[in-house]
């Protein structure tokens, strides 16, 4: 149900006709958090001259924009049939 009370459109196939999902919204918005703590913690390795630090927080990012992107991308995915437009 929506936030107004209402029954949540449904295709024809009963899938939920909304384009974010709970699960997508969750690994951009913490994917996001987490990006900006690895980056904040891959300066301070770079201040303090710690080479594994920098190296490890390099891969921690990549993996978190590769899923944020991920996430982004199965969001934006509509199926043919429907239509983004209210109403």
Do not use: C, N, Y
């Not at 001259?49 to 982004?72: C, E, F, R, S, T």
Request: net charge neutral; hydrophobic share 55%.
């Amino acid at each position: 149900m929506t936030f107004e009370g209402q029954p949540e459109e449904t295709s024809a196939t009963g899938k939920p006709m909304v384009r974010a999902t709970p699960r997508d919204v969750v690994h951009i918005r913490l994917g996001s958090f987490a990006l900006i703590a690895i980056i904040a913690i891959g300066v301070l390795g770079l201040v303090a001259g710690l080479k594994w630090l920098m190296i490890a927080m390099a891969v921690l990012a990549v993996i978190a924009i590769v899923d944020i992107a991920l996430a982004i991308h199965r969001q934006s995915r509509t199926p043919g049939d429907t239509t983004t437009e209210a109403g």
